[in-house]
């Protein structure tokens, strides 16, 4: 029983690896046809609307009522973690390949002990910042041998790093307020908020100017983007 146990959660580690992992080279690849932006607005808006229809046709609503101010919650987690977060990754992909992207955006549990460090004055255990310090020490060797070469872009980088501290600043203000127990509905509402603003940004971007729609865009992208909906979002963030 045991070993069964043991083998259930290799099994769920290494699915998350590879969804993870996976995610940024899916994300370079459907950004080619689709803007930065509105490809994640429509990454979150869609995946939003999915999961919170599963809220209600599992019928979660009659036990869980959704308050105006979990919806107030929602807004500013889905413009830490969404907007912020995904968003700047998603238009600092376009400057930097997928493996350098997934590089910086390890840089996350830094940014949240540091986060919390300096704002929230939560002290850090000696095994977290040997953790922390083992960890950055193991990306600066990882990131060493592309210094002096193009695939370290700058503007890349920065929206990569300003990416990685939203991301953490969501994550401990998640945290901190109390939205519904279910993930459909929680996962949905934040969502549905970023995507909102993630499109709001793209067409007040005029990203919409950019997609020829004379030519269909290509399967690549298109699968690439079904992808980041489907497994990436809907499954990654419901399991």
């Known amino acids: 029983m045991q070993q069964q146990q043991q083998s259930k959660v290799w099994i769920i580690l290494v699915t998350l690896w590879i969804i993870n992992g996976s995610s940024f080279l899916a994300i370079k690849v459907a950004i080619d ?9 429509l990454r979150f808006s869609i995946a939003g609307a999915i999961l919170f229809t599963l809220f209600y046709l599992r019928r979660h609503h009659v036990h869980e009522k959704i308050t105006r101010q979990q919806w107030k919650y929602a807004l500013v987690i889905g413009a830490a973690l969404f907007l912020g977060g995904q968003g700047l990754l998603t238009w600092g992909t376009q400057y930097l390949s997928s493996r350098i992207t997934g590089l910086l955006n390890s840089t996350i549990p830094l940014w949240i002990a540091v986060i919390s460090f300096f704002i929230y004055r939560k002290p850090m255990p000696k095994s977290i910042i040997l953790g922390l310090v083992a960890g950055f020490t193991g990306l600066m060797l990882l990131i060493v041998p592309s210094l002096g070469t193009n695939s370290l872009n700058p503007i890349g980088v920065a929206a990569l790093l300003i990416s990685s501290i939203a991301w ?16 459909f509905a929680s996962s949905g509402m934040i969502m549905l908020s970023g995507g909102l603003m993630l499109s709001i940004v793209g067409i007040s971007l005029g990203e919409y100017n950019h997609i020829d729609f004379s030519e269909l865009i290509s399967g690549q992208s298109l699968i690439a983007q079904i992808y980041l909906i489907a497994i990436i979002t809907v499954v990654g963030f419901s399991d």
């Open 33 to 41: 046809d689709i803007p930065p932006f509105l490809s994640a607005g």
């Open 168 to 183: 953490g600043f969501g994550s401990i203000y998640s945290s901190k307020i109390q939205l519904p127990v279910s993930v």
